[in-house]
Nanobody, 124 residues
Framework: QVSLVESGGGLVQAGGSLRLSCQVS????????MAWFRQTPGKEREFVTA????????YYADSVKGRFTFSRDNANNMVYLQMNSLKPEDTAVYYC?????????????????WGKGTLVTVSS
């Protein structure tokens, strides 16, 4: 069993930055791919970014490429999402997810464990 707890969400003005954190606990997670997804009311969960267990492969949705950066600290069981140049359309609940695979898929169905999410609100 893996437990994920996100933090760092909040209200920010457009153009601002936030850093989301995800604390991972439970079984060894360092060989799992990790990802961030986001969701707004009435919409399906949307892929944001994913990284392999080594961090050597990282993929981003086109909508966040160049603005968001995913990093992981396996020694401390943490993953981070640095979000810069935020836009109102980035407003969503952001979820951290862990896969049983080492491959960083963009499909949410590939992720077994999920946090409860943290709300990011970007005002215009």
């Amino acid at each position: 069993q893996v437990s994920l707890v996100e933090s760092g969400g909040g209200l920010v003005q457009a153009g601002g930055s936030l850093r989301l954190s995800c604390q991972v606990s439970g079984r060894t997670y360092s060989r799992n791919a990790m990802a961030w997804f986001r969701q707004t009311p009435g919409k399906e969960r949307e892929f944001v970014t994913a990284t392999s267990w080594s961090g050597g492969e990282t993929y981003y949705a086109d909508s966040v490429k160049g603005r968001f950066t995913f990093s992981r600290d396996n020694a401390n069981n943490m993953v981070y999402l640095q979000m810069n140049s935020l836009k109102p359309e980035d407003t969503a609940v952001y979820y951290c997810a862990a896969s049983l695979s080492s491959v960083p898929y963009s499909d949410s169905a590939r992720y077994r464990y999920w946090g409860k999410g943290t709300l990011v609100t970007v005002s215009s």
